[in-house]
């Protein structure tokens, strides 16, 4: 099965480190299978705290809908519970900033 990797960064509200981890820790088992469904594996995001940078690195099958996501009532949920805690657009998504690979070695 063909796969792309893709990466992005997000913004995270200062002070909010604890709380976006704590409902990570808890991540709603819809969104998961939503995820899991639109094609999404091996996702991982980390913290780079002193700048309340999140990144953002996944796996998309070949024939993925992750661009479908954003329409999804559950997502579109998630995106509210997180409003708080994270710069977000006007549509409620997170401030998601792609990031070319530059390098990659296996």
Not at 3 to 32: S, V
Not at 52 to 67: E, I, N, S
């Amino acid at each position: 099965m063909t796969t792309d990797k893709i990466a992005f960064r997000m913004f995270l509200n200062p002070g909010c480190e604890a709380e976006y981890q704590r409902r990570h820790d808890a991540i709603w088992p819809e969104l998961a299978e939503l995820l899991r469904g639109s094609g999404v594996s091996d996702y991982s995001i980390f913290l780079d705290a002193p700048r309340g940078v999140l990144f953002a690195v996944l796996r998309r099958r070949a024939g993925h809908t992750v661009d479908t996501l954003p329409q999804h009532p559950v997502m579109q949920r998630w995106w509210q519970h997180m409003q708080d805690i994270m710069q977000s657009n006007p549509d409620g998504s997170p401030v998601a900033e792609p990031m070319p690979c530059l390098f990659h070695l296996d």
